[in-house]
């Protein structure tokens, strides 16, 4: 679900970008950089680096950002020999971001840009990249980077989270980011043995919420069946929606996560959710039957509520928002179906175990009938 929800705001990224790039960028404050007192910068051979050449350039009226850009790039640069090290290259990583976002954002717009490769192996040789829906650049985050390093010093638990934030990152993005989803399965691995390994520690804790999204990625999906066709389109989230975009994804997806990560503990609850799936018209005007366990009023709470049944290997794996008038909640949902008698199935075996489940039949819009 967060790229589907990365994707929606991506207009209101750009509407709103200039704007906040001229504010955020031109006071050129930089608040919160931690920049080691220990680094000396060597700014003559900073400057002279081909490798950064193009984004010493479209710093250089930032002088504060520049100095912390090349500050980053002698951390880069240094002979790694304590966990130490790394961790405060990607302390200073982490406060770049938000900064060199802005003047890449402006960059682009200025020449007219939606796609600089020259940028993007820049930012890539520094542990960066560029996100990118249908072309257009809407966002910098992190990029596998002293791979080599990490490896020969770090602990552990460490190698552990920094595998964990490249596999989130690389998952982003994506014109149709479920067309492929082997990145959301990296994502789902390495955060299982995380938590198996550390379940107390500040990493399990930091990586939560990432986690709990990918699962959802391979539980929280729907079958649209196309009237003409054979061949039913799979869609990841999106609550009830028909559309390929931007949730579109295939069967061989969820296959792939049941065949490659059988010691999963989801592997079981996808194969349930795969062998039943819920099923929908692309038919705008075909009412949709959800098979109800609960109603859910506040929406912090209900990626969590939802999580808890699919880690307890109970395959109840939707959230759908229902809406009464103008009010709006959502309902944690067994399945959902457009053929009522398929809904009633559902409905007579979910009653089993939880008897108060009820159906509840809304229209494409969501509103109850």
């Not at 200025?110 to 650049?137: A, P, R, V």
């Not at 509520?305 to 939707?318: E, L, M, Q, S, V």
């Not at 008038?325 to 309902?331: H, I, L, R």
Request: hydrophobic letters at 35%.
């Amino acid at each position: 679900m967060y790229k589907i929800l990365t994707i929606i705001l991506i207009i209101f990224i750009f509407s709103c970008g200039e704007q906040s790039n001229e504010s955020d960028t031109n006071d050129d404050t930089l608040s919160g950089i931690n920049i080691p007192d220990s680094v000396m910068i060597d700014k003559e051979n900073a400057n002279q680096s081909g490798s950064h050449k193009l984004l010493l350039s479209i710093s250089e009226d930032y002088p504060r950002l520049k100095d912390s850009l090349q500050t980053y790039f002698t951390l880069l640069s240094e002979e790694i020999k304590r966990e130490k090290q790394i961790v405060e290259i990607f302390a200073l990583r982490k406060d770049l971001i938000p900064k060199l976002d802005k003047i890449i954002v402006k960059y682009l717009d200025s020449n007219q840009e939606d796609y600089n490769e020259e940028l993007e192996k820049e930012l890539q040789i520094i542990g960066l990249q560029g996100l990118y829906t249908e072309g257009m650049y809407y966002g910098l985050d992190v990029f596998p980077v002293l791979e080599k390093e990490i490896e020969s010093v770090a602990s552990e638990e460490f190698k552990l989270k920094i595998a964990f934030k490249n596999a989130v990152a690389l998952s982003s993005g994506g014109e149709y980011p479920y067309d492929t989803m082997s990145d959301d399965m990296e994502v789902v691995r390495i955060g299982e043995e995380i938590i198996s390994k550390y379940p107390n520690s500040k990493t399990a804790e930091l990586i939560k919420e990432d986690f709990i999204n990918a699962v959802s990625c391979f539980t929280d999906f729907h079958v649209v069946v196309y009237s003409g066709s054979d061949d039913p389109a799979y869609i990841v989230g999106c609550g009830t929606e028909t559309s390929m975009y931007p949730g579109g994804s295939n069967k061989k997806n969820f296959l792939d996560f049941i065949d490659i990560l059988p010691g999963s503990k989801y592997s079981k609850v996808i194969k349930s959710i795969l062998d039943n799936p819920s099923e929908i018209s692309s038919d705008e005007n075909s009412l949709i039957h959800l098979v109800v366990i609960d109603i859910e009023k506040d929406y912090k709470k209900i990626d969590q509520r939802i999580f808890n049944y699919i880690d307890n290997g109970i395959d109840i794996p939707h959230k759908i928002v229902v809406r009464n008038g103008d009010q709006a909640d959502w309902a944690i949902v067994y399945r959902f179906f457009s053929d009522k008698s398929k809904a009633d199935k559902a409905l007579r075996y979910i009653k089993q175990t939880y008897e108060d489940a009820e159906i509840i039949t809304i229209n494409s819009a969501g509103q109850i009938q």
